[in-house]
């Protein structure tokens, strides 16, 4: 017999009272931001530029002009990041979007090709001022959600419990039993062989032409990430500055980046940076990371000028932080796979 289609009352039923809890925390984030001063924004969805991270592949398309020979290829933004950035350059000083965003290549329990990004921007602030909005956004959310706590594949986490905050050097020595920063003597292009070494000691044999990176996600989903939220959400920080991504270098230890990441139940949720506003660096960055995506996938994104325009006109100093929306709610409401918490099903991907 087919399946029934996700329409079906009958089928709908099963994930509707996840779809209303998704409603009911979306309605009272976004009362908490406004409660905290916030405006909410809408960025456009087609960029030039759909952000830059190596290993995330972008959904293109062709924009035509009312000239039929003026035709340019944009992308559907992995991220609103550059554009709410930009915001910030206008004077907008703290702002928030939900945002649908897309990256090809993802579908598991947890991740879909179109999903919604709950981002938000403060002028003024660091990346430790995000992680008190994490703690009261979250314990928002979970109220909403009319639950106590997390229970998600048999883990659970208390967000009302004191929240964890440890350091990825602190991780890598607790979990894997490794000195992350001793296997990276030149922090900005850590070689890979004393990793390679410590990989192999611990059981996770090197592949040839693994990069340090590439050991450093193979240990960490292995090891670490299992490991981090369980019982209490966990704030991982101050990633290895070759990962900074688009974060500032620490002030006191250059070794390491103002980047967190919020973890509960095992799961990422938030990705969080003090921001980056020296226009040179971000460029070379830019163009290393394209460097690197067209040695590993032969192709490469455009840069957004204006970005760099306007970081050179001038960013306040200031933090931003992306957090997974769909995987919130599911926490909040007791869905256990991203498709429950979703209102329709992306197109051809239906079953």
Same mark, same amino acid.
């Given at each position: 017999?087919?399946?029934?289609?996700?329409?079906?009352?009958?089928?709908?039923?099963?994930?509707?009272? /996840?779809?209303?809890?998704?409603?009911?925390?979306?309605?009272? @984030?976004?009362?908490?931001?406004?409660?905290?001063?916030?405006?909410?924004?809408?960025?456009?969805?087609?960029?030039?530029?759909?952000?830059?991270?190596?290993?995330?592949? =972008?959904?293109?398309?062709?924009?035509?002009?009312?000239?039929?020979? &003026?035709?340019?290829?944009?992308?559907?933004?992995?991220?609103?990041?550059?554009?709410?950035?930009?915001?910030?350059?206008?004077?907008?000083?703290?702002?928030?979007?939900?945002?649908?965003?897309?990256?090809?290549?993802?579908? *598991?329990?947890?991740?879909?090709?179109?999903?919604?990004?709950?981002?938000?921007?403060?002028?003024?602030?660091?990346?430790?001022?995000?992680?008190?909005?994490?703690?009261?956004?979250?314990?928002?959310? @979970?109220?909403?959600?009319?639950?106590?706590? /997390?229970?998600?594949?048999?883990?659970?986490?208390?967000?009302?419990?004191?929240?964890? @905050?440890?350091?990825?050097? $602190?991780?890598?020595?607790?979990?894997?039993?490794?000195?992350?920063?001793?296997?990276?003597? &030149?922090?900005?292009?850590?070689?890979?062989?004393?990793?390679?070494?410590?990989?192999?000691?611990?059981?996770?044999?090197?592949?040839?032409?693994?990069?340090?990176?590439?050991?450093?996600?193979?240990?960490?989903?292995?090891?670490?990430?299992?490991?981090?939220?369980?019982?209490?959400?966990?704030?991982?920080?101050?990633?290895? @500055? *070759?990962?900074?991504?688009?974060?500032?270098?620490? =002030?006191?230890?250059?070794?390491?980046?103002?980047?967190?990441?919020?973890?509960?139940?095992?799961?990422?949720?938030?990705?969080?940076?003090?921001?980056?506003?020296?226009?040179?660096?971000?460029?070379?960055?830019?163009?290393?990371?394209?460097?690197?995506?067209?040695?590993?996938?032969?192709?490469?994104?455009?840069?957004? =000028?204006?970005?760099?325009?306007?970081?050179?006109?001038?960013?306040? $100093?200031?933090?931003?932080?992306?957090?997974?929306?769909?995987?919130? *709610?599911?926490?909040?409401?007791?869905?256990?796979?991203?498709?429950?918490?979703?209102?329709?099903?992306?197109?051809?991907?239906?079953?």
């Amino acid at each position: 017999m087919t399946e029934q289609p996700w329409w079906h009352p009958e089928r709908f039923a099963r994930r509707r009272p /996840f779809l209303e809890g998704r409603a009911r925390v979306a309605s009272r @984030v976004r009362a908490w931001f406004e409660g905290q001063g916030f405006i909410e924004v809408e960025t456009p969805a087609l960029q030039v530029s759909p952000g830059l991270e190596p290993h995330l592949i =972008a959904f293109s398309t062709e924009l035509v002009g009312p000239n039929p020979d &003026d035709r340019r290829t944009l992308y559907l933004h992995t991220s609103p990041e550059f554009a709410m950035k930009k915001l910030l350059v206008a004077g907008v000083p703290r702002l928030f979007q939900f945002a649908k965003v897309f990256r090809n290549g993802e579908r *598991s329990g947890t991740h879909s090709p179109e999903f919604t990004m709950l981002e938000w921007y403060r002028a003024g602030a660091g990346y430790r001022d995000l992680m008190t909005d994490c703690e009261a956004l979250v314990r928002t959310a @979970v109220r909403a959600g009319g639950r106590e706590g /997390f229970e998600w594949r048999d883990r659970t986490c208390d967000p009302f419990a004191p929240w964890e @905050v440890l350091t990825v050097a $602190e991780a890598f020595d607790r979990y894997a039993g490794i000195d992350l920063l001793a296997t990276a003597p &030149d922090p900005q292009a850590p070689d890979a062989g004393l990793l390679a070494r410590e990989a192999e000691r611990i059981g996770i044999s090197p592949h040839a032409g693994d990069s340090w990176e590439d050991l450093f996600f193979r240990i960490s989903l292995d090891l670490i990430e299992p490991e981090l939220g369980m019982g209490r959400p966990t704030f991982l920080t101050d990633y290895p @500055v *070759s990962m900074a991504a688009l974060s500032r270098p620490r =002030a006191d230890d250059p070794r390491v980046a103002e980047r967190f990441e919020l973890y509960a139940c095992g799961l990422e949720l938030a990705n969080a940076f003090g921001e980056l506003t020296d226009a040179g660096i971000q460029r070379a960055r830019f163009q290393a990371d394209m460097d690197l995506k067209e040695r590993l996938y032969g192709e490469r994104y455009p840069i957004d =000028a204006d970005f760099l325009a306007a970081l050179e006109f001038g960013m306040p $100093e200031s933090a931003g932080i992306a957090l997974g929306f769909d995987r919130l *709610s599911m926490l909040c409401t007791g869905a256990r796979e991203i498709e429950d918490i979703l209102w329709a099903p992306v197109a051809g991907l239906e079953e």
